[in-house]
């Protein structure tokens, strides 16, 4: 009960407040507040986790060892703690401090103890904490003959009555050692206990003698390609290490499909491929742990996000079915498992959740970037594109998303790109096209300069020029076509050939030299038509989402993967990959798959949202839509056939369109349709 | 809504009825009833799990094909299920037929289908089925690319909409079966949910492509030296097999201290004694299978019992400490688990239910016996000993009970006994002595004859006469009592070998000829003693139960176990083992402990019934227990020195007492008492 009269205490940064007695530990104040303060010794004031900042007493400046003090002095506890562990002079622990007045109270931003704050992703969005394991610290009573309950039962009547915890599952494995670790930590223990789901009961998963102060969570992205993951401190929320593989599974196929053919083929494809993505997950796990120095025992929780492919192949699961139509996923829900089933070498108890697909073809990756970049938090109607073999295309807002696959191919990866290569050292990273002259410059990856700037040749010797990054093919097919060299229907100016020696004729089509060195590299027709095949792919997904929507602009862009980070937006608009917006609006978002799971593996609240998120989404298979194909042939054309670029217009001066376009069909000539549709056929074929 | 014109129904054998529209399936009344009548496949008319008998229409002879009939004409689906699997005339599957006018329908009792009683154990007492594992078959949606929802989503969806079932769980190992099995069953599949607790969520354990109309559970007893199985039709109740085999941990040790001391001495001795027991689990499980042609896949449940250091060897958990003050139980709740973890052979999803300990000395075994003797469910005082090298003594009523173990030691099982022997072919089982002649009559194992009937000599050649099996030697003690031959302090007369060649003189003390053949069979005074000390230790635990309890009698003794059910009752009260009772109402109850795992296998309401009766148990430590030592010397004396047998004198003529007795204090002369003191102090030493 309190009163009107009681002293007012306001939580920083949330801005919770509240009134209460005379008397009142601040650790309490928070909890019955919501404000999440850490702590694992149940208020014995040792383990130090729920330090607080007070600032102000009064609303004015406090002083703490003031005589009218609006917080208690400092008890015996908070002493023993400062002379063991050290307590700078401005914080409390909350267990122990007792409100006395008005209060401002900062919980800590910082990393080490206690942060609200763990990391600012791209679009600065603070996780809030409410991770799924939870440390406790309990003293167990001593064996008695004349109660004769178990060590384990003692144990969970303390965890009740200290912590409320009751109704507590225990995994097996425990079973054998409760009777040595309470005997260890002389009847002192510590349990972390897991609770995902309010519905199912919340389980002991670890035990350590005594008081244990570490817990720490993985949250894995595996992509097809690359495998990157974040280890996180469970207890403040901070980063330890990140760190990215290979995907050793490239070895049975450079692209997904390969590998699912791999499977049809073998007889123990499916179980190699498993084999070889789940040991790559744990030797990153052993990177991760050996980088931030964390013992791979204290890792206890772990999020993993995939595509459908790597999702059912992680988990063992055949992915032939996701091969052939109606792509049908194993599972598609939320899967809630153990490491140590899945053989991670981390600590035996410890559980696993995997993000939801959404479908056949758009997988816990893009469940993953869509919590991390949350449309449905919005009003703003957002297109969210994750591009790699496939583009997996988010579009929506609060009301309403949809979400579809798109086939791309791996062109804007550099495959299918005659010059094409991975981003190294000596790769071109930047392009620019004189259109007066269509003399180029450029940049190369380890090099700040530009190619027609003085030291450029040195850098070049040492690096070598080796080949055109995947985010570069974007920016010079863009340069070509802004330059005058390609037309908008992506054929190169053979006529150019007279004014500049950079354009030559090759059989039948021309190509535009880049460099000359010891190496030529050079941006041929059948260059320009991957990236137009692969744009117009991207490109018709997305039209046909938004059509879906019955929306005719988008207001923000979030482009995901390291695709989007390092791509231009401009240019990404000039081929008209992307629809028409504000430049200032269309933002490289990074792994946002890896930053979903990362929130998942912080705050089981976004594994709820997400769960519902993806229930709502309504799914589009391209494959079964008649108007794609229409809108993939409208594509081809730079940026496009029949749609207007207003803001990619007032930052660039788009060529002046040859063809007439009927703007109800997008038909343009029937010559040039027949040509393209032709294409596109063979190709996706 | 029904009305009081609407058909009456009368359910039988549990006599539940009510009012049912016309047009009710048969099943659904049960169902709005309570009473429990099992179906697979979800009232599809295929798995015939729901048959039912329509005894009368009317409450007069009702025939099924007549005019006016008050249960529907059998319907095409009935039809074809008589075609394809046979169904009596008699029978209805309860999901097709419906309620057309009053009726009675009994439930089936015979085990083939759908029995509600399930074994009539040695009370006669009914075990309504409740499994915690329940069989389910849907068919499930095929996929399809406008609705991505994964293969096992769909399940659930269906296993929600046909069977109620939310919230599902589902074991890990089926996540990558789960489309192979889909497909296999052409989208008809069922599921095995087990639920035990309400508390816990639902979780699918097994899946079969297809109709699946098999589900079993093993009970099983794991006894010092035995182990013992049921193996039950989870469906019907019936018991398909029941099989038993000796402890292979014996070659570690006879006794369970000796055990413990391996496990001391040998570094993997515990692990030593896991994989034994474990290993004669799942080959016992094997063997009742075979026996049963029952496939090991199709067992999905089990419940197991043992005293607490079997039960802790076979979790896995040391059990030093079980063998030192102050006796400290790991682990004393229910413990759940799964099959797998443990390697039992069994289907993969499969769990364990393991019945809680009552006390560091009093097991699970004592808790299932508890169970299926159920002190707790009566009014009337109930005694319950379970007689092995110790005996755990259960006391009590609905009101109250106390539960001890008293160190009585192997000589009940003729381990101390110099002419004793396990119970075999060979083995004196019944004695008979002439208070006249003091000339002995006996049987042996294998032979219906006393040894002074016709024809017994030619059995005897055949099976030779070996020793004194374990019931046989209470048996012998007593009737020399009887006879005189000893006295009430257990002393062998040797004055009467003036009377009889039979009483010898054997160093300092004497010795009583039961037989003399190819091997003499004699009783000699220290095999008496071990008998006294045995039986004082039993009864000493059982006076102070009855003390706790402050009661001085009790209405009925169960005597459980194997020793239990061949001992003659009046027999072990002449020698004071078991306090005086209407001999009517001493029952031997067989493997009491098995029998309640059984009941637990069968009915989930049992297991949360032992678990709230054993929280109430109030447990004595005889060790603590300073009364405990009065009792036991107290007790030294046939059939005891202070306690008065009025039941047993009325059916057999007692010695007269040849001392004195202070009632009050249950001293007699301090010459003796001494004596009888030092005896016991130094064979308890």
Not at 42 to 66: D, L
Not at 556 to 583: E, Q, R
Request: hydrophobic share 40%; with cysteine; charged share 20%.
């Amino acid at each position: 009960m309190t009163s009107s009269t009681d002293p007012l205490v306001l939580f920083m940064p949330s801005g919770k407040r509240g009134r209460f007695p005379v008397g009142t530990p601040v650790l309490d104040a928070a909890r019955s507040l919501g404000v999440y303060v850490e702590s694992v010794c149940g208020g014995r004031a040792t383990c130090g986790r729920c330090q607080v900042e007070v600032q102000e007493g009064s609303f004015a400046k406090h002083k703490i060892v003031s005589s009218n003090a609006h917080i208690s002095a400092r008890g015996a506890k908070e002493e023993r703690y400062d002379r063991v562990r050290g307590l700078p002079e401005n914080r409390r622990l909350s267990c122990s401090a007792t409100i006395q007045g008005d209060l401002v109270i900062d919980v800590p931003q910082d990393t080490v103890v206690n942060a609200q704050v763990v990391r600012k992703s791209a679009i600065d969005r603070i996780i809030e904490r409410n991770p799924a394991v939870q440390l406790c610290y309990v003293e167990v009573d001593e064996p008695d003959m004349h109660k004769p309950l178990g060590d384990l039962d003692r144990l969970k009547v303390m965890l009740d009555k200290d912590w409320g915890w009751d109704n507590l599952l225990v995994s097996q494995y425990l079973i054998p050692q409760v009777q040595g670790i309470l005997r260890k930590g002389n009847w002192g223990v510590t349990a972390a206990i897991h609770r995902d789901l309010e519905a199912s009961r919340p389980n002991i998963i670890a035990l350590w003698p005594g008081l244990h102060n570490e817990a720490y969570g993985i949250a894995c992205d595996i992509g097809s390609t690359t495998i990157a993951m974040h280890l996180v401190s469970l207890l403040s929320g901070r980063i330890v290490a990140s760190s990215g593989m290979q995907n050793p599974q490239i070895r049975f196929g450079e692209d997904l499909m390969s590998r699912v053919s791999y499977v049809m083929m073998n007889p123990d494809g499916r179980a190699q491929l498993t084999k070889a993505v789940r040991d790559a997950v744990t030797e990153l796990t052993r990177k991760v742990c050996a980088e931030g120095g964390v013992d791979p025992n204290n890792v206890l929780d772990a999020v993993i996000v995939g595509n459908p492919i790597m999702h059912h192949l992680f988990l063992g699961i055949d992915p032939t079915e996701l091969g052939q139509a109606p792509f049908a996923l194993a599972v598609s829900g939320s899967v809630h498992t153990w490491a140590s089933d899945l053989g991670l070498g981390i600590n035996t108890g410890a559980r696993i959740y995997m993000l939801p697909c959404i479908a056949g073809h758009v997988g816990a990756d893009a469940a993953g970037a869509t919590l991390s970049e949350g449309p449905h938090r919005q009003d703003r109607m957002m297109l969210l594109v994750d591009v790699g073999t496939n583009a997996e295309i988010v579009l929506g807002n609060r009301e309403r998303i949809v979400a579809a696959s798109s086939p791309t191919g791996p062109a804007f990866e550099g495959a299918e790109i005659s010059a094409g290569q991975r981003a190294a050292p000596g790769a071109i990273e930047r392009v620019r096209i004189d259109p007066a002259t269509l003399e180029p410059r450029f940049k190369i990856i380890g090099s700040d300069l530009w190619s027609n700037e003085p030291g450029f040749d040195a850098d070049a010797e040492r690096l070598g020029i080796t080949g055109i990054c995947g985010s570069a093919i974007i920016e010079v097919v863009a340069e070509m076509y802004l330059a005058g060299i390609i037309s908008e229907d992506g054929v190169i100016d053979g006529a150019l050939a007279a004014r500049s020696p950079r354009i030559r004729q090759t059989g039948r089509t021309h190509s535009y030299l880049l460099h000359h060195g010891k190496q030529e590299i050079s941006v041929t027709q059948n260059d320009v038509r991957a990236i137009q095949l692969a744009k117009s792919a991207l490109y018709a997904g997305v039209k046909l989402l938004m059509e879906k929507l019955g929306v005719d602009h988008v207001d923000t862009i979030a482009l995901a993967g390291a695709f989007g980070s390092f791509i231009d937006p401009k240019y990404a608009m000039v081929l008209g990959l992307i629809p028409d917006c504000d430049l200032a609006e269309v933002k490289a978002v990074g792994n946002a798959a890896g930053t979903g799971a990362l929130m998942a593996l912080l705050n089981r609240d976004y594994r709820r949202e997400i769960e519902q998120t993806v229930q709502r989404i309504e799914k589009i298979e391209t494959a079964l839509e008649p108007r794609f194909q229409q809108h993939f042939v409208n594509a081809m054309a730079l940026p496009n056939k029949v749609d207007a670029f207003p803001h990619l217009a007032q930052a660039v001066t788009l060529p002046v369109r040859s063809t007439t376009v009927d703007a109800t069909t997008g038909d343009s000539t029937p010559r040039r349709r027949s040509r393209e549709e032709r294409d596109a056929r063979r190709n996706r074929s």
